[in-house]
């Protein structure tokens, strides 16, 4: 069995474009779907990928490790940058599709089968649309609260919130009172038995991070997620020291070594690599393995499309560091009509048990992905009150 082409489908889906990625064998009908979805990057991505695919053609698509090797390393460029991160990432996925389909079995089978019966979900606030997840009005309170309890409706025991606005590096209460607000507010609105996590989108500073933590601490927060810039391990693990609430971040890191740093300095209590960027599934189970080691929990960033989200499922059932997966679940009204998929999502409780279909369960309809063509993301762009620029 030798790999005949390497093709791209884009399908836009507002925020971003999704890109999938398909791996076309030799063999009649035998093919695997992947994902390299990079918001503001579409045609970096896809031009990576066609770059990258010229090493792969005619060679042996089981040999996964090898070809990952091969993508990584080869062309004296490492994969360390974001866009060929993303790029390798959804030609691994694919590869795995390709292996779990040749096989008959599903992918968490390849890797020691299920080590948990199923897999809990969590949402966005008002389900991925921008919008929504996005508040910035002097209303947001009361809107976080319908949100919250909308969410508890739709029978989500977990959801994420953006309840710290843009702050400056040092700022007085204003942006703390506001996020205390925010959250209290869903907390009363929900009560004890939900979870809620709060995303900074490493907006604040550590310094401004360590304050948003201690002032959101009474509500017993499931995880603070990236309350300062990843590219700070120091600060996050300034941040993590400071408070009992369990730090999350990784979505903006490339590959094990991105991570190994984090691990070391004991900077989180929660790691979120993106399969979809951090090198693919071979690399996520890397990452999953040191996360064990240090005995940190993995959660996947996981806002992309509906592959990711099956690989991430996979990836769960056979992890045991892993303790929830993200889901965006109405983002785009077409999204599952792009998809057909093993898994069912139980309503009550939004929990997955593991699908049955060989490799990642999925099917892709090429079709409806042409209905929804590449179109330019709308670039977000964030200014401090003074003029100068911000981290969105």
Not at 38 to 50: K, M, N, Y
Not at 54 to 78: A, N, V
Not at 157 to 182: D, Q, S
Not at 269 to 287: F, K, M, N, W, Y
Request: proline share 6%.
């Amino acid at each position: 069995m030798k790999i005949k082409a390497i093709e791209t489908h884009i399908c836009n889906a507002r925020m971003r474009n999704w890109i999938f990625v398909k791996v076309i064998t030799d063999q009649d009908g035998l093919y695997g779907w992947g994902e390299a979805t990079l918001e503001w990057h579409t045609r970096s991505v896809v031009g990576a990928i066609e770059d990258i695919s010229q090493l792969l053609i005619g060679q042996d698509p089981t040999r996964i490790e090898h070809l990952w090797q091969m993508m990584y390393r080869q062309h004296f460029w490492h994969g360390n940058g974001i866009v060929r991160g993303t790029a390798i990432s959804g030609i691994d996925i694919a590869l795995w599709d390709i292996l779990g389909k040749s096989l008959g079995v599903p992918c968490h089978k390849l890797w020691g089968g299920p080590v948990r019966d199923h897999v809990r979900l969590y949402c966005h606030l008002g389900g991925g649309k921008m919008e929504d997840f996005y508040q910035t009005s002097p209303a947001d309170a009361g809107r976080f609260a319908d949100l919250a309890q909308g969410a508890v409706a739709d029978g989500f025991t977990a959801f994420k919130t953006m309840a710290v606005p843009e702050t400056l590096p040092l700022e007085g209460m204003r942006p703390i009172r506001y996020a205390e607000k925010c959250v209290a507010a869903m907390r009363q609105a929900v009560g004890d038995d939900i979870d809620i996590m709060v995303d900074c989108h490493a907006r604040p500073t550590p310094r401004m991070g360590i304050l948003f933590a201690r002032a959101l601490e009474p509500y017993n927060l499931y995880w603070f997620e990236e309350p300062c810039w990843p590219e700070s391990i120091d600060g996050l693990a300034e941040v993590q020291r400071a408070v009992k609430t369990p730090i999350a971040t990784g979505e903006r890191l490339i590959t094990q070594h991105g991570f190994r740093e984090l691990l070391e300095k004991r900077a989180a209590s929660v790691l979120q690599p993106d399969i979809t960027h951090c090198g693919g599934l071979s690399e996520a189970r890397r990452i999953a393995a040191m996360a064990e080691a240090y005995r940190v929990a993995l959660a996947p960033h996981n806002p992309q499309g509906p592959v990711s989200t099956a690989a991430s499922l996979e990836l769960g059932f056979a992890t045991p560091s892993y303790i929830i997966c993200e889901s965006v679940h109405q983002d785009v009204p077409w999204r599952q009509e792009v998809v057909s998929e093993g898994f069912v999502v139980e309503p009550r409780g939004r929990i997955v048990r593991p699908s049955q279909r060989p490799g990642l369960g999925i099917e892709i309809n090429e079709a409806k992905v042409r209905e929804h063509p590449f179109q330019q993301e709308v670039l977000q762009r964030s200014f401090y009150s003074d003029g100068s620029v911000g981290d969105w």
